[in-house]
């Protein structure tokens, strides 16, 4: 039975964080993993280049019952806070779009920083350590199938239910629960959408196209690029505005941001009246989607003779179209978790249970999600940080 100050469960970005954070305070830290990897996630975002902040973190940006919650973490350590240490190991990295920074490199380079700042912090970090027992006396007993660890404090950093293929599990809720703090039902984030019918058909006619879009449900949207699928739509624009759908909602679609498409074909019937739909529409449209759409309204027909009301409704249909889609693609390809174990229970300020003392949770654990784009590796950094501060 070895003992520590702090034992830390899960060592992606939010644990990594919080374990180096701790061992800098002198504390003598635990960090398991059940992976044979720590930071499996790190390595895979984006695109292998990891999308580690962004510029523009606001609390706004983050999705959670309690919208204030987040507002103490992220301004006591902000996206600023982790750049510099970016910068402090020589990493290149580069805004992409959107306020989004990458790596110039590999995401790798991120996570060989976290783990540099472990070793010096002198955490103990062990991987294939799967945790089968938790109980709790004076202090916490982890028992895991490689041996039996105490301490006075327990980290849940285990994240949520996205991507199981990468090791993604219920622990933390189910430990949550265990200890009587209240769960709220997890969903898929930031996941590609389903559609069926005449939907689908078209969508697979038009697989692989992206447009600029504006993605809509109830007040919220966003503009972005949007994707034909076999299955759906997929692409930012549909990933962001997924966290905010839920099943039986209807999505709202704008394919033409820029323009006043009614106004557009009103002029081109005018000026170039031989044209044919398809064509004066693949001038602001990519041409496969253009000639989908044209075949709809008015199959080849030169434009002047296509009747003035089949081409105002299909602007309308450009400006706003309506679509239910069936469902996500699901936690296989959810890149986060929405909600989680209740903010209710935990301190804005330490992420501590404030009816079970010495137990934490972060990351995605927690019923904070933000937007695509960094802000849930910044949400990572930022809890990691404040819980580090606080065993």
């Known amino acids: 039975m070895e003992s520590f100050d702090v034992v830390i469960v899960g060592a992606g970005a939010a644990g990594l964080m919080c374990a180096m954070t701790a061992g800098n305070r002198g504390r003598r830290v635990l960090l398991l993993e059940h992976n ?21 973190i606001a609390p706004e940006r983050f999705l959670s019952a309690n919208p204030h919650f987040c507002k103490s973490a992220l301004s006591r350590y902000s996206q600023h806070d982790f ?5 402090r190991h020589r990493i290149r990295y ?32 062990r991987t294939r350590h799967r945790v089968t027992g938790i109980t709790r006396a004076e202090r916490f007993r982890i028992e895991t199938d490689n041996g039996s660890f105490t ?17 993604a599990t219920s622990f933390a809720y189910e430990v949550a629960r265990r200890f009587d703090l209240d769960v709220i039902e997890p969903r898929p984030g930031l996941v590609p959408l389903k559609v069926t ?34 299955r759906g739509l997929s692409g930012p624009a549909i990933l962001q505005i997924s966290s905010y759908w839920r099943e039986g909602e209807t999505i709202s679609l704008n394919l033409a941001p820029s323009l006043d ?20 529409l693949a001038e602001v449209l990519p041409t496969r989607l253009a000639h989908a759409l044209a075949n709809d309204a008015a199959s080849n027909l030169p434009i002047a003779n296509v009747p003035d009301l089949t081409l105002s409704q299909l602007a309308q249909r450009l400006k706003r179209w309506q679509l239910k889609p069936a469902g996500s693609e699901g936690w296989p390809k959810a890149e986060v978790t929405v909600c989680g174990i209740d903010t209710a229970a935990l301190s804005s300020k330490t992420m ?13 654990a927690v019923d904070v999600t933000g937007w ?14 404040c819980a580090g501060n606080a065993v």
């Not at 750049?83 to 910068?87: L, T």
Request: proline content about 3%.
């Open 36 to 56: 044979d990897q720590e930071g499996a996630k790190i390595l895979i975002s984006g695109g292998g280049r990891c999308n580690f902040t962004n510029l523009e």
């Open 83 to 87: 750049i510099a240490m970016v910068e």
């Open 94 to 125: 580069h805004e992409k779009t959107l306020g989004q920074l990458f790596c110039d490199g590999s995401a790798r380079e991120i996570l060989a920083m976290l783990l540099a700042e472990c070793a010096a912090a002198r955490v103990d970090l």
């Open 151 to 167: 301490a006075p404090a327990l980290v849940l950093a285990t994240g949520g239910l996205s991507i199981p293929k990468m090791g």
């Open 197 to 230: 019918g005449e939907m689908l058909e078209l969508c697979k006619i038009l697989a692989g196209v992206s447009v600029d879009a504006i993605a809509s449900c109830g007040r919220d949207s966003f503009r972005e690029n949007i994707l034909f699928t076999h």
């Open 261 to 280: 498409i009614e106004k557009f074909l009103a002029d081109r019937k005018r000026t170039r009246p031989k044209a044919e739909l398809k064509t004066a």
């Open 352 to 364: 501590e249970a404030r009816a079970v003392p010495g137990l934490f949770a972060i990351g995605e």
């Open 372 to 385: 695509l784009g960094g802000y849930n590796f910044q949400w990572a950094w930022s809890s990691g940080w």
